[in-house]
């Protein structure tokens, strides 16, 4: 909707945000609120004339206080085991490119089929679980589930052995929506947030990092 309403010129000067990952290449957008971490000719890429702040200039989430009994209710509530490793995924799935989802079936064959140390700083990783943030329509949820069902029917291994059916339906029971309610309760129980690319978060990166939440991320050559 936001798309849609830019095309109109409702007020004098109008802009984009950091917050979207490229220019809008619309001509009733005059200015593109970036940050000064853009590239030395980033003006190049943008429609609009680039602004380049030296601030976020957005507020952190203020760190959640959160009792060790607490884990297990919120655990519970969003069908994850007890002794689950949570990696969350923090962005909306619509940031999900395709390299996006070969990273995330190798995290799930590296933690099952092997049993090696990991950032999980354990010998046993089959307990690592994915967690993403569900859309309000499943429909969206189900599309993704979908892609990564093609994915794993064309996965070639190191031993250069495919996955057996068995194995592709182990990787994807780890793989858990949970409603957006659940999201502040399970935050400061995740081991790690893995960060979208080439698309990365914004507001989401910083409520991982005001808990605490270390963050795996793909240094690239463009601010998003």
Not at 1 to 18: E, G, M, N, V
Not at 36 to 62: G, K, W
């Amino acid at each position: 909707s936001t798309y849609a309403l830019a095309f109109s010129r409702l007020a004098p000067y109008q802009a984009a945000w950091w917050g979207h990952p490229i220019t809008s290449c619309i001509d009733t957008i005059d200015y593109f609120i970036s940050l000064e971490d853009e590239v030395f000719d980033a003006d190049n890429h943008y429609c609009e004339q680039l602004v380049r702040m030296d601030t976020i200039n957005s507020m952190n989430l203020p760190k959640i206080e959160v009792a060790d009994s607490a884990k297990e209710g919120v655990f519970f509530k969003v069908g994850l085991p007890q002794n689950a490793k949570v990696c969350m995924v923090l962005g909306r799935l619509f940031k999900l490119h395709p390299d996006f989802d070969e990273l995330l079936i190798s995290l799930l064959y590296s933690t099952s089929i092997t049993s090696h140390p990991n950032i999980m700083n354990s010998n046993n990783n089959s307990n690592v679980y994915v967690v993403f943030i569900a859309e309000k329509l499943d429909e969206l949820n189900q599309q993704v589930v979908e892609r990564w069902q093609e994915l794993l029917q064309q996965v070639v291994v190191s031993n250069s052995q495919g996955l057996t059916h068995s194995q592709q339906v182990e990787l994807l029971e780890r793989v858990l929506f949970i409603d957006m309610d659940y999201y502040f309760e399970l935050l400061p129980h995740a081991r790690v947030v893995l960060d979208t690319f080439p698309y990365g978060g914004c507001l989401t990166s910083h409520d991982a990092l005001s808990n605490g939440i270390p963050m795996v991320t793909l240094p690239s050559e463009f601010i998003r």
